[in-house]
């Protein structure tokens, strides 16, 4: 009787794990965004406001990004920070 309890319970957790690997696989499908290139303009006014922080590897930050935006409107008007 345990053999049967054993196998039992073996099923249920390859029931189990079967099921979290196709919630797992369903939330990695989720929505992805689309993924926008950027223009030959829009790197320009990138590089021109953010070049030092670039040439140092640093990220900018939100404020950095924003500022490089607003001079640039033109060319960013489609971008976010």
């Not at 006014?45 to 500022?67: M, N, S, T």
């Given at each position: 009787?345990?053999?049967?309890?054993?196998?039992?319970?073996?099923?249920?957790v390859s029931?189990?794990?079967?099921?979290?690997n196709?919630?797992?696989?369903?939330?990695?499908?989720?929505?992805?965004?689309?993924?926008?290139?950027?223009?030959?303009?829009?790197?320009?006014?990138?590089?021109?406001?953010?070049?030092?922080?670039?040439?140092?590897?640093?990220?900018?930050?939100?404020?950095?990004?924003?500022?490089?935006?607003?001079?640039?409107?033109?060319?960013?008007?489609?971008?976010?920070?």
């Amino acid at each position: 009787m345990s053999v049967c309890q054993e196998n039992g319970s073996e099923d249920e957790v390859s029931m189990t794990s079967q099921v979290q690997n196709q919630s797992l696989s369903a939330r990695k499908r989720g929505k992805q965004a689309a993924v926008k290139h950027w223009t030959p303009e829009e790197i320009d006014a990138v590089e021109k406001h953010l070049k030092k922080l670039i040439v140092r590897r640093d990220v900018p930050g939100k404020a950095d990004c924003e500022r490089c935006i607003s001079a640039e409107p033109q060319a960013l008007q489609k971008r976010d920070w």
